[in-house]
């Protein structure tokens, strides 16, 4: 059994997968850096306020009760906007490796074809008529 596990986790596209889980992740930090530290300010720009701290508040808090109720629609964007540019990198990334493959297959020389099989009986009677 952990011979058979051995070989599953050793496979070439179960390493594949984990190497560019690791670097997704490690990407996500960086274009998360990226809108939180570049994008943000300048749409804060336009509305004179933290991007991620703009919110639509429903209910006010009040000191002996419950905190404020709030719908944080700029911790949402700057999470939309973070998706988008990761699910665009990882379709560019994508759609240049598949187009790699086809360069390859069509690079690929076609095995030459052999004899057929009515050549080769042409080819022993002529042999055989000598």
Same mark, same amino acid.
């Not at 560019?20 to 336009?46: E, R």
């Not at 905190?67 to 699910?87: C, Q, S």
């Given at each position: 059994?952990?011979?058979?596990?051995?070989?599953?986790?050793?496979?070439?596209?179960?390493?594949?997968?984990?190497?560019?889980?690791?670097?997704?992740?490690?990407?996500?930090?960086?274009?998360?850096?990226?809108?939180?530290?570049?994008?943000?300010?300048?749409?804060?720009?336009?509305?004179?306020?933290?991007? +991620?701290?703009? &919110?639509?508040?429903?209910? #006010?808090?009040? $000191?002996?009760? %419950? @905190?404020?109720?709030?719908?944080?629609?700029?911790?949402?964007?700057?999470?939309?906007?973070?998706?988008?540019?990761?699910?665009?990198?990882?379709?560019?990334?994508?759609?240049?490796?598949? +187009?790699?493959? &086809?360069?390859?297959?069509? #690079?690929?020389? $076609?095995?030459? %074809? @052999?004899?057929?099989?009515?050549?080769?009986?042409?080819?022993?009677?002529?042999?055989?008529?000598?």
């Amino acid at each position: 059994m952990l011979k058979e596990f051995k070989e599953f986790a050793m496979k070439g596209n179960l390493v594949d997968i984990a190497v560019a889980f690791v670097m997704g992740a490690a990407f996500n930090k960086v274009v998360a850096s990226f809108t939180g530290g570049i994008v943000s300010p300048l749409v804060g720009l336009i509305f004179n306020t933290d991007f +991620k701290d703009l &919110k639509y508040v429903i209910n #006010e808090g009040v $000191a002996d009760e %419950a @905190g404020e109720v709030a719908i944080l629609y700029g911790d949402f964007a700057t999470n939309l906007i973070d998706f988008i540019i990761v699910a665009f990198v990882m379709f560019m990334v994508i759609k240049g490796i598949n +187009k790699m493959k &086809k360069k390859e297959e069509e #690079e690929a020389p $076609a095995v030459p %074809a @052999g004899p057929s099989d009515n050549d080769l009986l042409s080819e022993i009677r002529d042999l055989l008529k000598k």
